[in-house]
């Protein structure tokens, strides 16, 4: 069975605090992908990253930056600096090879960044 | 444009009306999306629309009908709704498939009483 786990629901921190929002995912395919997603308050959800299963290189991104390791299976996601604008709720989700088109979710971490 | 719109932004009905909600992309997408998502929970997935046809209903209540008229715009049809069916109705769309980028839409927040 396919699944994303967020061990995190809400973290809070504040300005300027690094932060890092755990995802561990488990599949049996070999070919999938990861995905991250942002919604903030006003509801939309913004696409940040997608990672495949054979790339696991880390990515860097501004003040983002994920790192992906297949060892632990897990693709967690680290905020540097963080700002009020990051306040949030991140979605890890996973996809397979199948392409069957459905997006398996995580429950989501709400990150809330104080001023 | 690089936008996914939805109309309305926010509807509220009583539980024998008859409602419509739209979405409309411009980006040349494949594959449309309607995910259905209760307060404090991820997004689940509703129907999925692929060039034109549906390819995907998971198992949603035929009080919800989705249509896709064209390329650009898909509907969602509600009729005799219940209020449990409350929640922020999310379109989405992308190029060929889920496994790309998906662009999402602010949704239409929905209230059934």
């Known amino acids: 069975a396919q699944k994303v786990t967020q061990a995190q629901t809400e973290i809070s921190v504040v300005e300027k605090e690094d932060v890092t929002l755990d995802c561990v995912y488990e599949t049996r395919d070999t070919t999938y992908y990861l995905f991250w997603y942002k919604q903030p308050p006003s509801g939309e959800l913004v696409f940040l990253i997608r990672r495949n299963s054979f790339d696991e290189q880390n990515e860097i991104s501004g003040r983002y930056s994920w790192n992906f390791q297949k060892s632990t299976s897990s693709f967690n996601f680290t905020i540097t600096a963080s700002q009020v604008v990051d306040s949030a709720v991140y979605f890890c989700?996973?996809?397979?090879?199948?392409?069957?088109?459905?997006?398996?979710f995580g429950t989501g971490t709400r990150l809330q960044v104080f001023p | 444009d690089t936008e996914v719109t939805q109309t309305p932004k926010h509807l509220v009905m009583g539980m024998t009306n008859k409602k419509s909600l739209k979405c409309e992309q411009h980006m040349g997408h494949r594959a449309m999306y309607w995910y259905k998502q209760k307060a404090k929970k991820p997004p689940e997935l509703m129907f999925v629309?692929?060039?034109?046809?549906?390819?995907i209903n998971e198992s949603v209540p035929s009080r919800f009908s989705p249509e896709c008229p064209n390329s650009s715009l898909l509907n969602l049809h509600l009729h005799a709704l219940q209020p449990e069916d409350s929640a922020l109705y999310l379109c989405?769309?992308?190029?060929?498939?889920?496994?790309?980028?998906?662009?999402f839409g602010s949704g239409t927040q929905l209230s059934v009483l």
């Open positions: 989700a996973l996809t397979l090879r199948d392409n069957t088109d459905k997006l398996i």
């Open positions: 989405a769309s992308s190029p060929l498939g889920v496994n790309e980028k998906l662009f």
């Open positions: 629309y692929s060039y034109e046809k549906l390819s």
